[in-house]
């Protein structure tokens, strides 16, 4: 399968390369202050830390509209409870680390502990309340996901987490980690897939960004209750994968 995308020599080219270079000049001097902001903020509360990063990720979002001419669709916003859930997405690109933060409630994030030793912006991260797990750790990931997810979850914020675990390419499917589905099994609290093609516009690994819009789909909770942390896992990555199929804007 492959992507519809402007060819070397197609004229548009040279303008989408002016595009991503506007949008790259923006987001990594914004994105440097904005976590420096972050870091200073220390001594106020989780939820105004948490504001001001909506606001930030409102305007990247808004930037790449302006630049790139990407925006996005969002079906499902009703799936959405008015109580904590466990949230799992589809993981292409780097569009959907920045999306989800506008689209769900408050909210934490299941990270590789590595991203934590970054300057300023893994300080700032820190400061955001993740999970940050030790992924070659095996069980004892698993471990601390479902301890401290129990947390999080009770203080009512979402967990959102990538259950392949890094970014798979358009097209493709990694493989579904087992962790997500114990935490829900455990704690009972529902999963709420989602599914979307941001990979197509933004590929991993790629300068320049597609212009289009990203089809977002939330699908219904799924209740864990009285299934196996499998189950649950098997339900869930079902749901996504069988959406992915019908967004896709890949061809044969």
């Known amino acids: 399968m492959t992507a519809v995308l402007p060819q070397p020599d197609d ?29 200073l903020m220390f001594p106020f509360s989780f939820a105004s830390r948490q504001a001001f990063v909506k606001g930030y990720v409102h305007f990247i979002l808004w930037w790449l509209r302006i630049t790139c001419r990407l925006d996005y669709q969002i079906q499902g916003l009703d799936h959405i409870a008015s109580e904590a859930c466990i949230v799992f997405s589809k993981h292409q690109s780097t569009w959907e680390t920045f999306a989800l933060q506008v689209i769900f409630p408050p909210q934490i994030w299941v990270a590789k502990r590595e991203l934590l030793w970054i300057p300023f912006f893994g300080w700032a991260l820190a400061l955001m309340k993740p999970i940050a797990l030790n992924r070659g750790s095996g069980r004892a990931a698993v471990e601390q996901l479902v301890r401290q997810g129990r947390e999080r979850l009770t203080e009512g914020l979402w967990v959102i987490l990538f259950p392949e675990g890094t970014r798979v390419a358009p097209g493709k499917r990694g493989r579904y980690k087992i962790g997500g589905a114990v935490l829900a099994e455990q704690t009972g609290y529902p999963i709420v897939p989602v599914a979307h093609n941001a990979g197509e516009y933004w590929p991993r690994r790629s300068f320049l960004k597609y212009p289009g819009t990203v089809q977002v789909r939330i699908g219904p909770p799924i209740d864990p209750v009285g299934k196996s942390a499998q189950e649950i896992l098997n339900e869930t990555s079902d749901w996504i994968e069988s959406s992915m199929a019908e967004i896709t804007t890949l061809k044969e």
Not at 13 to 38: C, E, G, K, M, Q
């Open 11 to 39: 004229p548009t080219r040279f303008v989408l390369y002016l595009r991503a270079v506007a949008f790259w000049l923006v987001f990594a001097s914004t994105t440097l202050v904005a976590a420096i902001l972050v870091v």
